[in-house]
């Protein structure tokens, strides 16, 4: 199972990252990728089970579950329901730490899958980490406004 990590520190109170990232269905606010996010079927979001439906910027869509909020540990994970990728399994987590005595946040975006087609590894390795980047870059952007 390829697995895809990228850390790095965010220039932001652990509270304040966390209060965006939970928001599970919100991800289009600061995400480039996504251009629509939005909870299915009217349910709570940040509610464990829940699934987002995403629309890519390429038009395609994606769903996702959420399979856990941990509050006190300040982190998330959730997996592909459906999405145009050749993956199976795949499943990410978001973790976030306070750094002491700084007003900055350490995040770990974690992200592992199986591949249908093994020869295809590489490609879909840096396409995931692809998109964590451009992520985690445009939330701190999006951190820095609010």
């Not at 790095?8 to 480039?32: C, M, N, Q, R, Y």
């Not at 910027?57 to 459906?82: I, K, P, Q």
Request: charged content about 25%; aromatic content about 8%; some cysteine.
């Amino acid at each position: 199972m390829p697995v895809v990590e990228f850390c790095a520190v965010l220039d932001s109170d652990t509270g304040h990252a966390w209060s965006v990232l939970k928001k599970f269905g919100e991800i289009h606010k600061w995400h480039p990728s996504i251009v629509q996010s939005s909870i299915e079927d009217n349910q709570p979001d940040g509610m464990v089970g829940c699934i987002r439906q995403l629309k890519l910027v390429d038009g395609a869509v994606v769903r996702e579950r959420l399979l856990a909020v941990d509050d006190r540990n300040t982190m998330l994970s959730y997996c592909f329901e459906e999405a145009p990728l050749p993956l199976d399994n795949y499943v990410a987590t978001v973790k976030l730490d306070s750094l002491t005595g700084q007003s900055k946040t350490f995040i770990k975006w974690s992200a592992g899958f199986d591949l249908q087609d093994l020869n295809t590894a590489e490609h879909y390795q840096a396409l995931i980490r692809q998109l964590i980047v451009e992520g985690h870059k445009s939330l701190q952007l999006f951190l820095e406004q609010r």
